[in-house]
C-alpha cells in the first residue's frame, strides 16, 4: 500500500476545522496532524476537550502549541511600545493572533516533514489570506488545501456531510461569534451585518457588574507593564491577565470597529479589549512626557505602517523586524507609573509619575516660569524661526505689485 500524504491541520475543534479532519481523512485519504495554537485565549479544560473531540474525528496526532508567552515577546509588545491601535480603534486583536497562530502552525509542519498543510477559513474574510502568506513563506514547499474556500460550502453543508459521517453534535450557531484571546475578544453578530445598529448588552461575553469606582496604577519599565498596584510581575502575560480580570468587569473597552478588509471590503467587528486599550492608552501617556516632540512623531508615523502590515498577513516582512527595532530603542526612558480610574464602560488617566519626566520643574514650569533661557534668547529665536516666512511674505507683495 503507498504511504498516505501527511496533512498539517490548523484546527480549533469548531464546526469548519471538524469538516476538514473528516473531509481529509476520509475523501482524501490523508494522516491528519491536528494543530491547535494556544495565543492565550484557551484554559486547560478546553485544550484537553478539543484534543479528546480531535481523536474521535480521527486524526493520527494532534498537538497543542502553547504560544502565550512568545506571542507577547514576538508582537503584543511591540504593539504596546507603537501605541498601535487600526483606525485610532481596534488593538489589532485578532488580526496579530491569527497571524501568530498561522506562523505557530506553519512551523509545526515544518518539523514533521508534511507535504500538505490545511485550514478551515473561508473565502470570504481575512484569514484565508493571513494563513495562505504565513504557510508559503515558511513551508513554501507544502500543498495548501483549503476544503470549505474550494468546495463553497454552506455551514448547512457541512452539518449534513459530518451527520451522514456519523459525528452528531450540537452544532448549532450560537448568536454570536466571539473569539477570545490575550489581546482582546472580538464578538460579531446580526447587528455587524449593516453599519446602522449596535451591539446589545447581552451579546458582550463579560457582563457589567462593578459600579463603583476604582483607581488603580499601572507600573511600566522600559515600556512593558511589569506591575499592577504595585504588585510585580516577571512575566508580563501575567500582568496583562490582572489588568484584565480588574478592568472588564467594569464593561471597559468595548467598541465597535470598522475597517478596510485585506481583499478590498469594509468589514465591521465588536470587540472588548479592556486591557489592551488601558496599557495603551497609559503607556502613550507615558511617553508623552518622557519622550522628545521628534521620538513621538516618527513613533506614530511608523506605527501606522506596522499595524497595517500586521493587520494583513505580513508579520514575516523584514521591514517589521526594522521597525520594531526603532520601537525598543525608543523605550530606553519609558519607566514609571500611571495612575488610571476605573469606572463603568470608561476610564480616565489621572497623571504620571517618573524620573523620566521632561516636565520637570529643573528648567522651569510652563507658562509661568523659565530657569534655562532669557527673554533676549527668545526673542532671537523666534527672529530666526519666522525668517524664511516673512520673506516669502515679502516676495511675494513686491511681485504682485509689479
Not at 508534511?114 to 484565508?128: K, M, R, V, Y
Not at 476544503?147 to 463553497?152: A, F, G, N, S, Y
Not at 510585580?232 to 500582568?239: E, I, K, S
Request: proline fraction near 2%; glycine fraction near 8%; hydrophobic fraction near 40%.
Amino acid at each position: 500500500m503507498a504511504e498516505r500524504k501527511k496533512v498539517v491541520l490548523a484546527y480549533s475543534g469548531g464546526l469548519d476545522t471538524s469538516f476538514c479532519v473528516k473531509y481529509l481523512t476520509e475523501d482524501r485519504d490523508m494522516d491528519v496532524y491536528s494543530v491547535l495554537v494556544d495565543t492565550g485565549g484557551f484554559n486547560d479544560s478546553e485544550i484537553a476537550d478539543i484534543e479528546k473531540k480531535a481523536y474521535e474525528l480521527g486524526v493520527k496526532s494532534h498537538f497543542t502549541s502553547r504560544v502565550a508567552d512568545k506571542y507577547y515577546k514576538e508582537c503584543i509588545r511591540f504593539l504596546i511600545y507603537g501605541n498601535v491601535l487600526k483606525n485610532n480603534t481596534y488593538p489589532l486583536s485578532v488580526s496579530a493572533e491569527r497571524i501568530f497562530q498561522a506562523v505557530a502552525v506553519a512551523e509545526y509542519a515544518r518539523s514533521v516533514n508534511a507535504s500538505a498543510i490545511a485550514h478551515g477559513s473561508t473565502g470570504a474574510g481575512n484569514d484565508q489570506v493571513r494563513f495562505d502568506m504565513a504557510f508559503r513563506i515558511i513551508v513554501p514547499d507544502a500543498e495548501i488545501i483549503t476544503p470549505i474556500r474550494d468546495l463553497k460550502l454552506s455551514r448547512d453543508a457541512e452539518i449534513e456531510y459530518l451527520k451522514a459521517k456519523g459525528v452528531n453534535r450540537e452544532w448549532h450557531k450560537a448568536a454570536y461569534s466571539i473569539n477570545q484571546g490575550l489581546w482582546g475578544t472580538s464578538v460579531g453578530g446580526k447587528e455587524t451585518l449593516n453599519s446602522f445598529q449596535n451591539l446589545p448588552e447581552s451579546a458582550w461575553p463579560v457582563q457589567v457588574t462593578k459600579k463603583r469606582e476604582k483607581e488603580i496604577t499601572l507600573q511600566y519599565v522600559k515600556g512593558e507593564l511589569k506591575g499592577v498596584n504595585r504588585k510585580r510581575f516577571r512575566n508580563p502575560v501575567d500582568a496583562i491577565r490582572r489588568l484584565y480580570d480588574l478592568a472588564s468587569p467594569y464593561g471597559i473597552g468595548r467598541e465597535t470597529h470598522v475597517g478596510d478588509t485585506i481583499i478590498g471590503i469594509k468589514g465591521r467587528v465588536g470587540f472588548e479589549a479592556a486591557a489592551p486599550l488601558i496599557i495603551i492608552k497609559a503607556h502613550h501617556l507615558l511617553e508623552k512626557h518622557v519622550l522628545t516632540k521628534w521620538q513621538q512623531y516618527w513613533k506614530q508615523s511608523l506605527a501606522e505602517w506596522y499595524g497595517m502590515l500586521l493587520h494583513e498577513g505580513q508579520f514575516n516582512e523584514p521591514v517589521m523586524r526594522d521597525i520594531e527595532a526603532f520601537f525598543s530603542s525608543t523605550q530606553a526612558h519609558v519607566t514609571g507609573e500611571v495612575r488610571v480610574l476605573l469606572a463603568p464602560y470608561r476610564f480616565e488617566l489621572l497623571g504620571i509619575k517618573s524620573d523620566y519626566d521632561l516636565m520637570s520643574n529643573v528648567f522651569g514650569s510652563y507658562g509661568e516660569m523659565n530657569n534655562a533661557w532669557s527673554g533676549d534668547d527668545v526673542r532671537g529665536f523666534s527672529k530666526i524661526a519666522s525668517n524664511q516666512v516673512m520673506i516669502y511674505e515679502k516676495i511675494k507683495d513686491l511681485a504682485e505689485k509689479k
